[in-house]
């Protein structure tokens, strides 16, 4: 068995998966986010209670969210307990096993890459765009990962300056620690926020949508905005690493107006004779994140 655990800033989600990555069974647990030593053990109950159903111990693969780094160190916003310490050795002693790691949004793209919505594709970019915007780039099946093991944080490319003016934006102060990052203004709350900077009374992204739907005025002007915000972000992804499809998740991904005027958006901020590739959606969607962890281990096992 290889087991694909998920973690998120409110649950932590094992998949338990056959060697040919079948999905026989999952299930959730809160995430801990104040107590490291209880998230730890939390994280080590759940595989414990994965051998225990099925009577063997199975090897593990993680999605973390944040950055950590080739010394095993975290950064994550979403799971503070955690950032500072060395997740990779603190498990690995825990669990009295080898477990692989790794970012939570690259593994969406990883399994995205496999089986998934770009399986017939050698370079497929994962996004998620959704609390956070990040994402990854797979070749052949298996993850680019760098020098460091970031690449693929398009959310903190700064804003193009040409929209800061166009449409009188604030800089933003970013999660990341700098300013004016695509990030604050693509992600779930940045939409949010847009709507709310042009004149609605809430930042909810669903009562966006309904405005949008009826082409209530407020929506339609921030939809725009958005639009160019997001598309110009992508533009870095395409010039960056010259993908043959992107895939995308995450909330925002989940409204139909975003996806299919994507590619029109990307094309107005690319010069001439540079085509925006496919875009579409993710083949498991939620389910992404406990596959690309167990898909993580399975290849690190294989290699």
């Known amino acids: 068995m290889i087991y694909g655990i998920d973690i998120g800033g409110t649950k932590i989600e094992i998949g338990v998966f056959s060697s ?20 730890i053990s939390t994280i080590v ?12 111990k ?27 310490k060395n997740i990779i050795e603190d498990l690995t002693d825990a669990l009295q096993c080898f477990i692989s790691i790794g970012n939570d949004c690259r593994l969406f793209a990883l399994s995205e890459s496999v089986r998934g919505a770009g ?8 996004a998620i765009i959704g609390t956070g915007a990040a ?33 009188n934006l604030p800089i933003l102060d970013c999660g990341c620690g700098l300013k004016g990052c695509y990030e604050a203004y693509v992600a779930g709350p940045g939409l949010g926020w847009l709507y709310k900077h042009y004149g609605s009374q809430t930042k909810n992204t669903h009562h966006f949508v309904q405005q949008l739907n009826d082409n209530a005025p407020i929506a339609t002007k921030t939809f725009d905005c958005y639009m160019n915000l997001l598309g110009a972000s992508f533009v870095s992804l395409v010039l960056s690493y010259d993908p043959d499809i992107i895939v995308v998740g995450g909330g925002i991904s989940k409204i139909d107006s975003v996806v299919e005027m ?19 959606r993710a083949k498991y969607g939620d389910s992404s994140g406990v596959r690309g962890a167990a898909i993580l281990r399975k290849q690190l096992l294989e290699s």
């Open 262 to 280: 994507l590619p029109q958006y990307v094309e107005k901020h690319l010069f001439s004779g540079v085509d925006c590739p496919p875009i579409v």
């Open 58 to 84: 199975g090897h593990v693969g993680i999605g973390m969210p944040g950055i950590i780094d080739k010394n095993g160190l975290v950064k994550s916003a979403n799971v503070a307990c955690a950032t500072g």
């Open 20 to 39: 040919d990555l079948i999905l026989i069974d999952s299930w959730r647990t809160p995430t801990p986010t104040t107590d490291y030593k209880e998230f």
């Open 135 to 167: 994402g990854g780039l797979c070749i052949d099946g298996h993850l680019y990962n760098g020098k460091s093991g970031f690449a693929g944080e398009y959310g903190h490319m700064p804003v193009s300056a040409y929209l800061i003016d166009k449409y």
């Open 45 to 56: 109950d759940l595989v414990n209670q994965a051998n225990l159903r099925y009577s063997q």
């Open 119 to 126: 399986n017939s594709y050698k370079r497929v970019y994962g």
